[in-house]
């Protein structure tokens, strides 16, 4: 049988879901449903939960006059519920507080001691609680004499205390001939350039207890320490599958271990692509089959932040005006997974109006109306067009490839070009013509038919993505028991057609400018536009920029700073040395030779103690695209106008 294991991150129980949350979740869950209606229901297994030990959760719930357990189970409620409403069809919801999961983290930690990659040693270091990780000095950043973690922006703790220790380092090697396997197991390109050059750099050994903290799991034979709540944290995908023995012999669930992809963001890739896979080698088990990174999300361009309004996005205030499986589509259809989006309730409408009413929802009222009018709702089975089947099976083949390619966007535009073309078809036939020639009727009912099996198909495959929309379609057509399939052969059965109803009614742009007024948290909704949309300048503050070609003659990687190149230019008349954070995506031999344009009067910057003379143009935000380059070849220090 062909398995498919999917897995979100277990969310930290600090906040409620958010758009970010929200989207993880989502994808996680339309890979699952795709796989379940592709090759059966017990195919598939899909996970996620909740991280809940830790110092951080120590600390908040003391700071709320709570017990840490108790503290979580009120988080937990809450996701549960958004889950729900969200149609979140997990099969576990794991909690690092279930009593199966302490079994499993406990005999982990034994099987690391027995491979000997455990022991014991002094701690002095850094602390960052908020990434409950250990920080190197390059790790941190010095602001008004205090040592600052740069992703909470607050203050690092000076830790001393006697830890244990995990062997990380003896695994350098067995990673990147991982990372080098075909295709490779982390995903995107990018990422998997990022963790190598981390690996190549040198591992150093990793403290895995902690005995400053007692919310968390007890170390086995020394109850003093607690387990690092990143190997606590981990152990959850094999936990949900019976737990290590399980895996190991590919028992009951433990089947599903080869089959196991990670979904997560780009902010926990180390602990899934470095920590896990050698944790797991130690264990005598196996590496997982794929690490899946995705990017961030924003909200008019502001990182997502509970301390700002501005980023909160609701997803049960979205669904009490337009149930929930809109934002389920925009999310999947509008960003690209692996990089990074940023979200506008002005982009959701835009997507609600545009695909799903204007082309799905057209074209179910317009074939049900119609089969109400001509036939009184009786669509015949017919055989279907052979030019329009081929079209649709072409389309539903990409669809399944964009599936298995990790690729919702790509799955649901191939979809909705099964729309589109039979929206068209309508016009093309004209069936209001059909019906006025009694002479014609066969050809009437052809039509229908062939209306009503592309929305069936339409239906099982946005299924994934809508889950409740689909439904909805499917008992209009009176094919409720298809749900949850995928389709297979073009051939609509015949039937009685319900009553039409709108499944995405109209929205006129008064309610929606009014929807997104009380959406937007009154401090973001006075704040000024010009935060978030560039404002227009004249031809003389252009002139100010004195942008070049400039041709790339060396290039190497910044020490100890994943993301940078130190590049040098011909600039035409001289060498110049620029600083580029484009690591991730570019080796530095695949610059050389290369033309790019280059901001020849940017004023130099020291960047991690090379002088920056300039900057080199790129396409892309927080996640670069590509260089911007030129389509010809022109001389170092061409002036672009």
């Known amino acids: 049988m062909s398995r498919f294991y999917i897995t979100t991150p277990i969310y930290y129980v600090n906040a409620l879901p958010h758009l970010g949350t929200f989207y993880s979740t989502v994808v996680a869950d339309a890979l699952a449903r795709y796989h379940r209606a ?19 959760i120590e600390r908040m719930a003391r700071e709320k006059g709570l017990d840490p357990k108790t503290y979580c189970d009120q988080i937990a409620g809450g996701f549960r519920a958004v889950w729900q409403r969200a149609g979140i069809s997990y099969d576990r919801f794991i909690r690092t507080t279930d009593g199966d999961h302490r079994l499993a983290v406990e005999e982990m930690w034994r099987r ?37 973690c740069p992703i909470h922006r607050k203050p690092v703790e000076r830790v001393k205390e006697k830890n244990y220790f995990f062997r990380l380092s003896a695994y350098a090697d067995r990673l990147l001939d991982w990372y080098n396997q075909t295709p490779s197991p982390v995903q995107p390109e ?38 690092y709540v990143w190997i606590d944290a981990l152990t959850n995908y094999v936990t949900a599958l019976g737990g290590p023995a399980e895996v190991e012999a590919g028992r009951g669930l433990g089947a599903f271990w080869p089959a196991v992809h990670h979904l997560i963001a780009k902010d926990i890739l180390r602990f899934h692509a470095v920590y896990w896979p050698a944790m797991l ?50 999310v999947l259809r509008e960003y690209t997974l692996g990089g990074d989006g940023d979200f506008t309730y002005e982009a959701l409408f835009q997507r609600y109006e545009s695909d799903l009413g204007n082309d799905l929802g057209n074209l179910l009222n317009r074939t049900v109306s119609m089969a109400h009018r001509y036939v009184g709702g009786n669509v015949a089975a017919a055989a279907g067009a052979a030019e329009l089947a081929a079209a649709a099976r072409a389309n539903k083949s990409k669809a ?5 390619d990790f690729s919702p966007s790509r799955a649901l535009e191939a979809t909705w070009q099964i729309v589109r073309d039979f ?80 499944v995405f009614p109209r929205i006129d742009p008064d309610k929606q400018a009014a929807l997104i007024a009380r959406w937007m948290p009154a401090e973001a909704s006075a704040a000024p536009t010009a935060t978030t949309t560039p404002a227009e300048i004249a031809i003389d503050d ?36 620029v600083v580029s954070g484009i690591a991730a995506a570019y080796e530095p031999e695949q610059l050389v030779g290369k033309t790019v344009i280059y ?34 070849d022109v001389a170092p220090g061409t002036k672009i106008r």
């Open 423 to 502: 929206n068209g078809y309508i016009e093309a036939t004209k069936p209001w013509a059909l019906a006025k020639d009694p002479a014609r009727s066969a050809e009437l009912e052809t039509m229908l038919s062939n209306c009503c099996e592309a929305l069936r198909w339409a239906a099982l495959m946005v299924g994934p993505a809508m889950p409740h929309a689909a439904q909805e379609i499917l008992r209009q057509l009176g094919r409720s028991a298809d749900a949850g399939s995928w389709p297979d052969g073009w051939a609509w059965p015949g039937g009685h057609l319900e009553q039409p109803t709108p």
């Open 281 to 330: 080698w130690s264990a005598g088990l196996p590496a997982p089959k794929e690490v899946f990174c995705h990017g961030y999300l924003t909200v008019k361009g502001q990182k997502i932040s509970k301390s700002i309004p501005a980023t909160r996005v609701d997803p049960n205030a979205i669904a009490d005006e337009l149930g929930i499986d809109p934002l389920r589509y925009f």
């Open 400 to 404: 399944e490839q964009a599936w298995a």
């Open 599 to 632: 901001l020849a009067n940017l004023k130099p910057a020291k960047i991690r103690g090379v002088v920056s003379q300039g900057m080199i143009l790129a396409a892309g935000d927080a996640e670069v695209l590509g260089l911007s380059t030129l389509d010809r």
């Open 112 to 148: 690391l001691v027995a491979r000997g990659d455990i022991y014991a040693a002094d701690y002095d270091g850094l602390y960052c609680v908020g990434c409950e990780e250990w920080k190197s000095e390059d790790d941190v950043i010095v602001e008004a004499g205090e040592k600052i």
């Open 542 to 577: 252009f002139a100010k920029f004195d942008l070049r070609a400039a041709k790339v003659i060396a290039c190497e990687r910044v020490k100890k700073a994943d993301k940078l190149l130190m590049l040098t230019l011909d600039v035409g008349t001289e060498q110049r040395t």
């Open 38 to 56: 592709r090759d059966g229901k017990d195919s598939t297994f899909f996970l996620t939960g909740l991280d809940e030990h830790g110092q951080k």
């Open 190 to 227: 990018s990422r998997r350039n990022e963790v190598a050059e981390f690996v190549r750099r040198g591992l150093r050994d990793i403290s895995v207890s902690r005995m400053s903290v007692k919310w968390g799991i007890p170390v086995p034979g020394d109850p003093e320490h607690v387990v």
